[in-house]
């Protein structure tokens, strides 16, 4: 029970934060979004997001979760659509990490240069309460 609650919280969290960073609408040319949700049992595996432009879908954004024995997550990492090179490109990774009463997540953004998420590690801690519901951001680094 308590890992359920912590699982749907965490996940909330990780979609709350991608949409605030990732999404940008413009009042003039609003831009419909479409989403096709992968499974895996109960859980989502994939999600890829579609823009829809006068009924016609071009490729978005692409998020892929990875899953502890708990079917928490542990893992998210998105990629943009390059409809240049007509594949997708990385664009951030967040990796969560439980303890006792803790949850960090770290995000790292795509360096293209290097080929590799940057090493400057941004790191959030969330204290959780005996119930396992987030209590406090605990720190950031």
């Known amino acids: 029970m ?3 609650l912590i699982s749907k919280a965490v996940v909330m969290m990780v979609v709350v934060m991608a949409s605030v960073m990732n999404f940008s609408a413009s009042a003039s040319n609003p831009t419909q979004y ?3 949700e992968e499974m895996t049992g109960e859980l989502m595996t994939a999600k890829t ?3 829809n432009e006068d009924g016609r879908l071009f ?3 692409r998020y892929t979760y990875t899953y502890d024995n708990e079917n928490r997550v542990i893992s998210k990492e998105a990629s943009k659509w390059d409809s240049v090179k007509e594949a997708w490109v990385p664009y951030f ?3 969560m990490e439980y303890s006792n009463h803790e949850i960090e997540v770290s995000y790292a953004r795509w360096n293209s240069k290097s080929n590799a998420y940057n090493s ?4 959030t801690v969330y204290e959780l309460n005996d119930d396992n519901v987030t209590l406090m951001l605990a720190s950031t680094k």
Do not use: A, G, Q
């Open 34 to 36: 479409v989403k096709n």
């Open 49 to 51: 997001i579609f823009k």
């Open 59 to 61: 490729r978005h954004l």
């Open 2 to 4: 308590k890992t359920n």
């Open 93 to 95: 990774k967040m990796n």
């Open 120 to 123: 400057n590690i941004e790191k």
